[in-house]
């Protein structure tokens, strides 16, 4: 259940479930994880209309649960939710063994202290628009999978 990172650009990885091969950014597929169903909605149409997958969840449980039993490339997820907040779940994202090198993009319209977001790929300020978050992910998932 290990995920290739490969260090050429064209190496495929291959899903945990289906064993299919992606080489493009668009073929993974993105956790969002946002309680507010205006934001989630913005978000899944963004990532959809560029091509990715698209899962949800509205809480960090949720999140954590389809991270683990999910073929899951990137968690974009707000840091601000009931039950498991954001930071949170990307402490409890890194210490599993299943789920430590998924990329994670936090945001929040509040600016968290440097020690909550150390350990995420990026974070990003609420409101910000719809391309510079596809920008970030398909930079991340180039950067974490090598394509």
Do not use: W
């Amino acid at each position: 259940m290990k995920r290739n990172a490969g260090s050429s650009k064209r190496t495929s990885v291959q899903t945990k479930q289906s064993g299919v091969q992606r080489s493009s950014p668009q073929g993974y597929t993105v956790l969002i994880v946002e309680d507010s169903l205006v934001v989630g909605k913005f978000l899944s149409i963004a990532f959809n209309n560029a091509g990715f997958k698209v899962k949800t969840a509205v809480d960090g449980y949720e999140a954590l649960e389809k991270a683990i039993k999910d073929d899951i490339g990137l968690i974009v997820t707000d840091l601000n939710m009931p039950e498991m907040d954001g930071v949170t779940l990307l402490k409890s994202l890194k210490e599993n063994q299943l789920t430590k090198n998924i990329p994670v993009i936090l945001m929040s319209s509040n600016i968290p202290s440097e020690n909550e977001i150390s350990k995420s790929y990026a974070f990003l300020q609420k409101p910000f628009n719809e391309e510079k978050i596809i920008s970030i992910a398909k930079k991340a998932i180039e950067e974490v999978y090598g394509h």
